[in-house]
T-cell receptor, first 113, second 115 residues
Framework: GENVEQHPSTLSVQEGDSAVIKCTYS??????FPWYKQELGKRPQLIID?????GEKKDQRIAVTLNKTAKHFSLHITETQPEDSAVYFCAAISNFGNEKLTFGTGTRLTIIP | KAGVTQTPRYLIKTRGQQVTLSCSPI?????VSWYQQTPGQGLQFLFEYFSETQRNKGNFPGRFSGRQFSNSRSEMNVSTLELGDSALYLCASSPGDWGAYNEQFFGPGTRLTVL
């Protein structure tokens, strides 16, 4: 089955700096990679996703890159703000995988004012 | 559209008891997936139901079961509770179209504590 590794487990950055979270996956059949943000006591919410036929996707201050050959993908947050503090999860799924998301172990991001 | 809802939000049980959790998906969504979230194991997939059929299953013991009704609402049952079952149980709904890139929308979760 799929295995997703995520690093780092914790990350502290100064407000205004950039943050990068990296994930690797094992199953070459995975072709859809969503990122979820979970604030304390709240539900995970999708913030950005990327399909395997795309190398990069950007949405305002958030971007995701995918390297299919190396089987890794990364989340980039620029100009970080205090409200970016949360736990971020990467995930991998095959769109023929019947909705079974395999998650990374999460990264606790803290933005230091 | 209303979001995914789960009931109850909090539950306290003792070892050996059983529990039933409920999830109402977004209107029109036919797929409901269940995940267990713990500090040690993260988010782990339990199973997925689509059109009243279990379509996929994770690596959990048979004490964990579920079902889905014709209105797509889903229930999850855990029998013979163990201390290690204490967790946040999240359900997620999606259209479930096979071959599509379906976004999964999560409910607020049910926090289960086993004493």
């Amino acid at each position: 089955g799929e295995n997703v590794e995520q690093h780092p487990s914790t990350l502290s950055v100064q407000e205004g700096d950039s943050a990068v979270i990296k994930c690797t996956y094992s199953d070459s059949a995975s072709n859809y990679f969503p990122w979820y943000k979970q604030e304390l006591g709240k539900r995970p919410q999708l913030i950005i996703d990327i399909r395997s036929n795309v190398g990069e996707k950007k949405d305002q201050r958030i971007a995701v890159t995918l390297n299919k050959t190396a089987k890794h993908f990364s989340l980039h947050i620029t100009e970080t703000q205090p409200e970016d503090s949360a736990v971020y999860f990467c995930a991998a799924i095959s769109n023929f995988g019947n909705e079974k998301l395999t998650f990374g172990t999460g990264t606790r991001l803290t933005i230091i004012p | 559209k209303a979001g995914v809802t789960q009931t109850p939000r909090y539950l306290i049980k003792t070892r050996g008891q059983q529990v039933t959790l409920s999830c109402s998906p977004i209107s029109g969504h036919r797929s409901v997936s269940w995940y267990q979230q713990t500090p040690g194991q993260g988010l782990q997939f339990l199973f997925e139901y689509f059109s009243e059929t279990q379509r996929n299953k994770g690596n959990f013991p048979g004490r964990f079961s579920g079902r889905q009704f014709s209105n797509s609402r889903s229930e999850m049952n855990v029998s013979t509770l163990e201390l290690g079952d204490s967790a946040l149980y999240l359900c997620a709904s999606s259209p479930g179209d096979w071959g599509a890139y379906n976004e999964q929308f999560f409910g607020p979760g049910t926090r289960l504590t086993v004493l």
